[in-house]
């Protein structure tokens, strides 16, 4: 008994002496619920964070928290992502803890730049969750969308974080853009924030990065452009589609909820071709035509309109891209890699040229359910 | 409770003790008068023996020997004082010449008569609730069983109410608990062997169990150990369990305890063994099971898949009320991020005005919600309620509002708490709500490492725990497939395979 009780003396005492002891109490920390990075005009590098002011919110226990700021933007700059942290550190009396950090911004000044050398210390502490989201700060610096009063949430990233869900998108999340900078026949595309007049943000489509050049913007697509992207990649799961319809004299707008994409590599010639293949089940929300969605003849012509239609835009997207950035953010190159892991081999060195030049066809194929639901127009 | 420690017998008067113990191993004498005067010695100062001289037909003395108050006197006046003194010598069963002779071959209309010399051994007797007659002339003294002591009438088990199943609970009386036994159980495979402790109290003891299911080891163990058993006084079961126990440090009860018969007929039937102890309403019951501390009596009345799903509520609970302080401390002090950003910045908000550390916060409650539950249980019942409403208010709402208690720490001790009161043996709470404070410290030093080492050192003491060599984790570890299934789902009855249980 005696030898127990020595040991775990012994035991308490290494414990306090090393001063090995990691605790904080959560009124030590100052929580970072969004980060951001940044180049300032004279070419400095700005970490800015989105700091809880825990005290303000208020929660029965604290009164008059009504009238104060619930957060606070701070932002410091450095020679590297390091010395900027420790200067908005200096700032701070608690120790910053990203541990919650729900959005990730960078500024377009800095991707313009190229920001691989600077994100990657950033991302790669091990207390920065890859969790949070990440955003390109469209003609802007991030703590400019930090310092936006939102109207929803307590903070800005909240809804931020809200927004991409809202969109119809899957969540782009850090931890995606690194497997994205990372893999070997895929360009990240990145979700895009801009500021517009009114002082709030809006997202705005996003942009396309060239990986193999210290990750550089290159790039943007519109929102619409993006979807589509994004719907060739799997990452989106709600669309509307709105078309005109000659035929019948109107447009027809669907939402479509049970996407799916197939992309299919054939080698002909010693020539990689790629056969895109979109499909959709979705309802028809807006009916303006003549046509009667219920009857077998109108609904056949409006899935035809409506394929045709998007193969349309697509196959204009996917060109434009092939042509103008030379970026495969449609992730065709991983798809070659998946279906001829040997010829990948070789392809790989020079795939951003292979790219521009490929032959792609696309196929979208539309159904659409719930036909009672939106007729045919009241006024005829 | 301590008056029996020797401390406080050697301050003891200690004029008599030889004289008597020296009477105690005398045994009877020719002379009735020698024999008074001998008993009078032992029985000095004790009022509530009676001695009655009585003589028969002007030629034969008898002495009549009791306790007062724990014999039936209907049954003395009726079938003995009267036939002997009215009626004269029965005539129908043979030629019979003397009263003394009567007694010897213990012709009197009671069931239960004995025949003795020794003083020691009539006295234990006397003392026990047995009529002692002596005769003129006569070596032997014939005890007779006219015992009769108000108890308690049997009540319903106030400790472990249950919805389904009798409502009987054991009596202080061993007789009325070895009743109400053999009436579940009505075979002659149900063993009752009777065991005499306590130097002074001479307690009557019962190993009971049912031959053919029980464990040989854990029933000599059991022997062996009750007969090891040195100390002046058993006044309750728990006295025993102490003595009988495999370690004391630890804090697992190793032997059930039961007020119900039900229990403790469950327990026979699985090849326990069962421990009464006269004047104890509790039984305990060997060897235990980690898992039998979880399971309450209704458990095998009621339908499978309610229980099932009671039981993993059970299981749950108890890791709540072990791990949930302490598993608090580590994540909001050590890993916030483990939290939800939203719940963690809640607790923030409500840790920025508190005075003292999240652990010594904790530490401060549970300690209070300790002394409250022991100071509800001793206060008397009118003043019970007080406890609780004093103790929600203040605790509750006022410490919290005062700033001095953070309201989530109130929120993890009360669950807490609440937690380990949904264990259904409360013995087996004590442990739950014991381990909790060295997990708080280690959680407090180490995080969520410390937490580990807290679970894996009770782990391996769990699976060291070895009573009566029975496993403490039994289907567990060892591995039984078969009775593991009974700790996951508790199948129906008609579906489980028949057999014996080798707990």
Sequence with gaps: MKRVANLCFALLLLTVTTGCWNLKEPNQLSFVKGAGLGLTEDGKLEVSYLVVLPAALGGGQISGGENMETFRVMSATGKNVSDAMVNVQSKLSRKVFSGHRDIFLVGQRLAEHGMGETIDPFLRIPKSVMRSMIYVVKNGQPKDIFSIVPFFDQFITTSLSDEQKAMGLKPYLARKFVEDVLSEGKQPLVPVVGLNPSEHYSYAGSAIFNKDEDVKLVGFLNKKETSYARWITGGLTRITLTSHVPKGDGSISVTLDSLDQNIRVKKIHEQMQIAVHLTGKGTIIENTTKLDPTKQKDLQLIQEKLNQKNQKLILELIKNVQEEYKMDIFGFGEQVHQQYPHQWKTLKQNWPELFSQLDVSVKVDLQFTNLGQTNTSIYP | ?503
């Design chain 2, 1 to 503: 409770m301590g008056w029996f420690r020797k401390s406080n017998v050697k301050n003891k008067l200690k004029t008599n003790d030889n004289r008597s113990s020296e009477n105690l191993s005398q045994t009877i004498s020719k002379t009735i008068i020698k024999n008074k005067q001998v008993l009078r010695n032992i029985f000095q100062n004790c009022s509530d023996i009676v001695f009655h001289e009585i003589t028969i037909h002007s030629q034969t003395k008898l002495l009549l020997i009791y306790v007062d108050g724990m014999v039936d006197t209907d049954i003395i006046i009726s079938n003995i004082l009267k036939p002997l003194m009215y009626d004269g010598l029965p005539q129908g069963l043979g030629t019979i010449d003397s009263v003394a002779q009567m007694c010897e071959e213990e012709h009197l209309s009671v069931l239960n008569t004995k025949k003795l010399s020794g003083f020691g051994d009539i006295t234990n007797h006397i003392l026990k609730g047995n009529l002692a007659i002596l005769a003129d002339k006569e070596t032997t003294a014939l005890l007779v069983d006219v015992k009769k002591f108000e108890t308690r009438s049997i009540e319903e088990p106030a400790n472990e109410p249950s919805l389904r199943g009798s409502r009987e609970s054991f009596t202080e009386n061993i007789r009325t608990n070895t009743t109400m036994l053999r009436r579940i159980i009505a075979t002659p495979k149900l063993k009752i062997e009777s065991v005499k402790t306590g130097k002074l109290t001479h307690t009557d003891i019962a190993i009971s169990y049912i031959e053919g299911t029980v464990s040989r080891t854990v029933l000599n163990t059991v022997r062996e150990r009750l007969n090891r058993i040195q100390t002046d006084g058993i006044l309750e079961s728990g006295n025993i369990e102490q003595f009988i126990e495999e370690t004391h440090f630890s804090p697992f009860p190793q032997l059930l305890n039961s007020e119900r018969p039900d229990v403790v007929a469950a327990g026979l039937l699985e090849g326990r063994v069962v421990i009464l102890t006269n004047g104890s309403p509790t039984a305990l019951i060997a060897p235990m099971t980690f898992w039998a501390g979880l399971q309450a009596p209704d458990d095998y009345s009621q339908r499978f898949i309610f229980i099932t799903l009671v039981r993993w509520i059970r299981y749950v609970f108890t890791i709540i009320s072990v791990l949930l302080p302490s598993l608090y401390i580590a994540l909001t002090n050590f890993h916030p991020e483990l939290i939800p950003p939203v719940l963690m910045l809640n607790i923030a908000i409500l840790r920025e005005n508190a005075p003292f550390p999240t652990v010594i916060e904790v530490l401060m409650m549970e300690i209070v919600f300790e002394g409250l539950q022991e100071a509800g249980i001793r206060l008397p019942k009118q003043i019970g309620p007080l406890v609780s409403i004093v103790g929600a208010l203040v605790i509750g709402e006022a410490a919290v509002n005062a700033g001095i208690i953070s309201a989530p720490v109130v929120i993890i001790v009360s669950t807490a708490g609440i937690a380990s009161f949904i264990i259904p043996r409360y013995s087996f709470g004590f442990p739950m709500r014991m381990l909790r404070f060295p997990l708080l410290l280690l959680s407090g030093i180490f995080g969520i490492f410390g937490i580990a080492i807290g679970i894996i050192m009770i782990i391996i003491h769990l699976i060291h725990l070895n009573p009566f060599g029975a496993s403490y984790l039994y289907p567990v570890s060892p591995f039984n497939k078969r009775d593991f299934k009974d700790v996951i789902i508790r199948w129906p009855r008609k579906l489980v395979k028949k057999g014996g249980n080798n707990a």
